[in-house]
């Protein structure tokens, strides 16, 4: 199959999604049968991450970098527990394509690091947008924290460090002494 035949992403968001409602489906009704479906279904998967686990062993580090920032890929690898790159790494990532439209938004994120399975992000509210840009600072932590959990969902939690300015001091207050 040649890459002009693949399935377009929505295609394939959408069969996800319709395997979701099926392995649902699946689960929640009672007997044998399902039972030995539902196990189909892992072994399958567990096959199917040992053959990508092997083509990830026969893949150079510039062949095993691509296969990762291929967004079904990189899932999948996630998904198998053989992503070459750390899960810090990857949230870091994800905090960094996030950036330029934070900044369009008047405020900012950077990455913080991680704590145990906590991933930790700076964030610094914009109010250079004016009325429309909807809703503000809650808004951008849900999207940092949808896109880092995505990229690295071995991380349980995405804690937002709230940036905030230091107070102003006007200099005459410094250097001004009180008459005597």
Do not use: K, N
Not at 107 to 134: F, I, K, M, N, Q
Not at 145 to 166: H, M, S
Request: proline share 6%; aromatic share 2%; hydrophobic share 45%.
């Amino acid at each position: 199959m040649a890459e002009a035949d693949r399935l377009p992403d929505p295609d394939v968001e959408a069969r996800l999604a319709r395997l979701d409602e099926l392995l649902e489906t699946l689960q929640s009704a009672p007997g044998p049968t399902t039972r030995s479906a539902t196990e189909a279904v892992r072994l399958l998967t567990e096959v199917y991450g040992e053959a990508l686990a092997r083509v990830l062993d026969h893949a150079d580090g510039r062949l095993a970098d691509r296969l990762a920032d291929d967004e079904l890929l990189g899932h999948l690898l996630v998904l198998h527990d053989i992503h070459p790159e750390p899960a810090e790494r990857r949230a870091a990532r994800a905090v960094e394509r996030l950036r330029p439209a934070v900044r369009e938004r008047g405020g900012d994120v950077e990455w913080a690091g991680v704590d145990g399975d906590v991933a930790r992000v700076r964030l610094t509210a914009g109010g250079g947008c004016g009325s429309g840009c909807g809703g503000g600072a809650s808004e951008v932590t849900a999207a940092v924290r949808e896109a880092v959990l995505a990229a690295a969902p071995e991380l349980t939690a995405v804690e937002p460090l709230t940036a905030t300015a230091p107070a102003f001091v006007p200099l005459a207050t410094l250097t001004h002494r009180g008459a005597r």
